[in-house]
């Protein structure tokens, strides 16, 4: 099972960062590799969200659900599609001197077979890319560095 972490400390504060994150359907405008997103269903504290991601002529559809407390952290899982196992964390702490420190984790794994052969080097590239497009998706939107 792949595990990637990553911590950054930003100047947006924990909303504008959880707002940005639960902006799924504008994903494929800003994170590599998104293709669809597609919300399915709205909850007091819970997202269920049709996914497309791929490369080229490799296209993964899924459903995911997240779980959220506004401002403080998402937790989304996929709920089927070819993976073993899909999780992402996303945590939001308020820093003394303004802005917040991210947490996010990402966890994957797929079966083996011929479309971990093809997704999985795809994958692992992209687990290094998808904060830093928030990070840059933030800049565009809050105009802050």
């Known amino acids: 099972m792949a ?7 930003v100047p947006y504060s924990p909303r504008e960062m959880f707002d940005l994150v639960m902006d799924v359907e504008r994903y494929p405008e800003f994170v590599p590799g998104w293709q669809a997103a597609r919300i399915l269903q709205t909850g007091s504290d819970t997202l269920r969200v049709q996914q497309s991601v791929g490369l080229g002529g490799l296209r993964i559809r899924f459903q995911s659900v997240a779980t959220f407390v506004p401002a403080r952290c998402v937790n989304i899982r996929a709920l089927d599609g070819p993976f073993d196992c ?18 996010f984790r990402l966890r994957y794994a797929l079966p083996t077979g011929l479309l971990a052969t093809l997704a999985g080097p795809w994958l692992e590239r992209m687990n290094g890319q ?8 933030a800049q565009q939107i809050y105009g802050r560095s």
Do not use: S
């Not at 595990?3 to 400390?9: F, M, S, T």
């Not at 998808?130 to 998706?137: E, H, I, T």
């Open 3 to 9: 595990d990637h972490r990553e911590v950054h400390e």
């Open 86 to 103: 899909l999780e992402t964390h996303w945590r939001f702490r308020p820093r003394p001197q303004g802005g917040c420190r991210i947490n």
């Open 130 to 137: 998808v904060a830093g497009a928030f990070m840059r998706r």
